[in-house]
C-alpha cells in the first residue's frame, strides 16, 4: 500500500514563488515514477512534470523553465518548487506515483496512488 502526503501550498502574489512538497511511504517498486499534476474546477487533470527513481526529470510545456522537481530518495520525497507564478496558475495541486511498466507519463491514467490534493491560489 502506497500513501503519499502533501503539504506547501497557500496563497502567493503574482511573480513570487512557492515550494511544494510530497512525502511517500510504502512504495517497494524500485523503478516506480512519481509525478506532479494540478487541476482547476470544470478542467480536465494536467500534469506538470515526471520523475523517475534516479532522478530523470520530464516537464510539460506550460511549466517548463519556471517549475522544478527535485527527488530524494531516501525518504522518499519529492518537491516541486514554482517560481514566477502567475494567476493562470491557480489550481489544487497533487503529487502522484506508479508501478507500471508503460504509460503516458504525464497521463492520470498513467498513475496508481495520488495525494490528497494542496491549494495553490496566485493573485494579482
Known amino acids: 500500500q502506497v500513501q503519499l502526503v502533501e503539504s506547501g501550498g497557500g496563497s502567493v502574489q503574482a511573480g513570487g514563488s512557492l515550494t511544494l512538497s510530497c512525502v511517500a511511504s510504502?512504495?517497494?517498486?524500485?523503478?516506480?515514477?512519481m509525478a506532479w499534476f494540478r487541476q482547476v474546477p470544470g478542467e480536465k487533470r494536467e500534469g506538470l512534470g515526471a520523475?523517475?527513481?534516479?532522478?530523470?526529470?520530464r516537464y510539460a510545456k506550460s511549466v517548463k523553465g519556471r517549475f522544478t522537481i527535485l527527488r530524494d530518495n531516501t525518504r522518499p520525497s519529492m518537491s516541486l518548487k514554482m517560481n514566477n507564478l502567475q494567476p493562470e496558475d491557480t489550481a489544487m495541486y497533487y503529487c502522484?506515483?506508479?508501478?507500471?511498466?508503460?504509460?503516458?507519463?504525464?497521463?492520470?491514467?498513467?498513475?496508481?496512488?495520488w495525494g490528497q490534493g494542496t491549494q495553490v491560489t496566485v493573485s494579482s
Open positions: 502522484a506515483a506508479t508501478d507500471r511498466a508503460s504509460g503516458t507519463l504525464l497521463s492520470p491514467e498513467f498513475y496508481n496512488d
Open positions: 510504502g512504495i517497494l517498486s524500485s523503478a516506480y515514477r
Open positions: 520523475i523517475d527513481s534516479v532522478g530523470n526529470e
